[in-house]
């Protein structure tokens, strides 16, 4: 499985951009995860097969919201409100096993693909 991830960059405070992840296939369980420098890997945001289910890290709850697109194999991450604990390298991951432990949707071990990441930071 590929993964590319596309948008982020430089945005204002309080800005909302838009994360973009092309699939080279259907994947089962799709999610974004995120990394700033000297923290770990957390998950951001995660998508169920059904493409109506998410789930949200309580840090973005409410500011984030994930899509998906299976006719184009796409995710989309929309952000908002972005706060200064945002900043970091946004991935795009895939479980590709089509079955999953529930309570560790939000767990990087979960997903077995990953993209090279986009930046996502915070201008003043």
């Known amino acids: 499985v590929q993964l590319e991830e596309s948008g982020g960059g430089s945005v204002q405070a309080g800005g909302s951009p838009r994360l973009s992840c092309a699939a080279s296939?259907?994947?089962?369980?799709m999610a974004w995860l995120r990394q700033a420098p000297g923290h770990e890997r957390e998950g951001a945001g995660v998508i169920y097969y059904d493409g109506t289910t998410s789930l949200y890290a309580d840090s973005v709850k409410g500011r984030f919201t994930i899509s998906r697109d299976d006719a184009k194999n796409t995710i989309s991450l929309q952000m908002s409100s972005l706060k200064p604990e945002d900043p970091a390298r946004y991935y795009c991951a895939a479980r590709t096993a089509s079955w999953d432990l529930p309570h560790l949707r939000l767990q990087p071990s979960t997903y077995d693909s990953w993209g090279q990441g986009t930046q996502v930071t915070v201008s003043s």
């Open positions: 296939t259907y994947i089962y369980l």
